[in-house]
């Protein structure tokens, strides 16, 4: 069955510093890959997918399969990035499934 | 455009109670879904459904019933509330085709069962 996991629950660092949220994944088929993001009393929001290998706020994730990772990066973390971050797997062409979500904490 | 809108924002239920959810999406998105969100679990599909008609069973669909008489409008039914159904509740809508994984989500709906 398809899983994924997100190890962390919370992820604290300070402004400017580098920023990686773990995402693993189980899946027998072609996997199709997301990040969501839930700022504070904001709605839940696409931040990016694995196929347009793009980078949106300065983050990047990249798929890969032989680890089945799909890590979400960003270089130097602003305190805007604050939110909770849900990575997300495709499958069955309509549906998601997501992990459990890591809270971002970026102090001044 | 207003997007995914859900009435009501907050309720409290007890036991044994019934209510109904409603979503509205205004971007003629043909797929409609309902999560719902718990401490440490993150969202769960519940039910969600392609298509005006159409309704299909999620990851938890027990306890609820969905309706999906219009294509804007997605209704998600409690018949007997009980306390493990306290929760929030998300809807989100989608495009169909190679875009069906871009969901857009409503604001969520505070619900408590006492």
């Known amino acids: 069955a398809q899983r994924v996991t997100q190890p962390e629950k919370l992820l604290s660092v300070f402004k400017g510093a580098p920023v990686e949220l773990k995402c693993n994944y189980s899946?027998?088929?072609?996997?199709?890959l997301f990040w969501y993001v839930q700022y504070s009393r904001q709605r839940l929001q696409l931040l990016l997918r694995?196929?347009s290998r793009e980078s949106i706020k300065g983050f990047t994730a990249d798929l890969n399969k032989g680890e089945t990772s799909f890590h979400l990066k960003k270089p130097f973390a602003q305190e805007e990035d604050s939110a909770m971050y849900y990575c997300?797997?495709?499958?069955?062409?309509?549906?998601?499934?997501f992990g459990t979500g890591t809270r971002l904490q970026v102090f001044p | 455009n207003a997007g995914v809108t859900q009435t009501p924002k907050f309720r409290v239920l007890k036991t044994g109670q019934s209510m109904t959810l409603l979503c509205a999406q205004d971007m003629n998105h043909e797929y409609m879904y309902w999560y719902r969100q718990d401490p440490g679990m993150g969202l769960r599909l519940i039910h969600y459904?392609?298509?005006?008609?159409?309704?299909a069973k999620g990851e938890v669909p027990d306890g609820y019933n969905v309706s999906r008489l219009k294509k804007q409008n997605f209704l998600l039914g409690l018949e007997s509330a009980a306390p493990s159904q306290t929760s929030v509740y998300f809807c989100?809508?989608?495009?169909?085709?190679?875009?069906?994984?871009?969901?857009?989500f409503g604001p969520g709906t505070r619900l408590t069962v006492t």
């Open positions: 997300a797997l495709g499958y069955n062409t309509d549906k998601l499934i």
């Open positions: 459904s392609v298509g005006e008609g159409t309704t």
């Open positions: 694995h196929i």
């Open positions: 899946y027998s088929g072609s996997p199709e």
């Open positions: 989100a809508s989608g495009l169909a085709g190679l875009s069906s994984y871009e969901q857009y």
